[in-house]
């Protein structure tokens, strides 16, 4: 029996919008099809008419959105267990740097401050440190899941790519400039006091940083801005090439 | 019957791999076994198997092959794991406790 285009219809419905990558998404189309097919076999051997065995079979299958619904769940906890597994993967990484950024409080404050206020400090720059570098190396993995599968080119909505780029280039430059800072001022006393040369003030880089906000921060601040919607337009745009145009042919001969 | 969604919620999976400590097959022949093991009870959203199934691989209690069929047409065949017949054998002793406890609530065998 050829396939009924109710059940081509309803299987499109079904998968556009579900966020599954289109490999995938052919798999399945090509699975739910066949299960279509077993089921409409059943109900005409139960006496019922080609339409009516269709809908009757449609009807078993669950309604388009929820079987969507379904498969976008399913597809986000397998983006969240990927993401996940990279941050285990590079623990070690995020680990070091906050360790480095841990050392700033103890090495660069005044003798004035006790020994317990210094550690107390390194420790609360470490857990900051690990806890910024662990929620952007999440991201940004989430992220990378998403641009890495092929989409059909109806799912994509350049505004909605350029606010979430825009909105993750923003925070990463934020973060970055955070943890540069912070490794700067951790490691760099250490380096000058094995080379023996005079030890560079932190306080002075940082003051000098500062006082580029302070005296230029519309400059700091647009220099900063069309590097972050540089980054959100090139990212967004390089969605937009990631997305078919044609979604894969669903009939299987 | 239909039942309040709650009551199945997170049974489910114990119910696809109950099936397919059987013998392996594909989704609607998992679907045909529900209905028929359970005697007509659970008539689930035939759709929605597929997420829980596709779940249930990603947690590597089950593993999936295509076969071919008649044709150029071919299924996709869920076989159940090792980690999946231990995660069965888990998720049963658990309900049977937990039917013993509402047993003893609501009335009825307090052995399941």
Partial sequence: MPDSPRIDGHIAAMLRGS?????????????????????????????????????????????????????????????????????????????????????????????????????????????????????????????????????????????ASLLRWTGLAGGSLFALVAILLLVIGAVLPFIHTVLGSERPSLLLMGAAFGQAWLEHPLRTFGLSAVLVVGLGLGAAFYERSRCVDQPPRLSIP | MRFDKELLKGNTQTLLLAVLADSPGHGYELVERLRERSGGVFELGEGTLYPLLYKLEANGCIESQWQAGTGQRRRRVYRITPTGRRQLHQRTAQWRELVRGMHLILGGPARA
């Fill in chain 1, 19 to 159: 966020g599954l990558p289109m490999e995938r998404r052919a798999e399945t189309a090509e699975e739910f099809r066949e299960h279509l097919r077993a089921s409409v076999d059943r109900h005409r051997r139960a006496g019922l008419p080609a339409e009516q065995a269709v809908a009757a079979a449609l009807a078993a299958f669950g309604r388009p959105e929820t079987i969507r619904r379904h498969l976008r769940r399913q597809q986000r906890a397998s983006d969240r267990r990927y993401a996940a597994g990279e941050l285990r993967r590079y623990r070690g990484l995020y680990l070091a740097i906050a360790a480095m950024c841990g050392l700033l409080p103890i090495v660069r404050c005044p003798e004035v401050v006790p020994p317990l206020w210094r550690c107390l400090g390194g420790l609360a720059s470490f857990l900051f440190v690990s806890a910024l570098a662990g929620v952007a190396g999440y991201l940004a993995a989430l992220q990378e899941c998403r641009i890495s599968r092929r989409r059909p080119r109806e799912e994509y909505s350049f505004g």
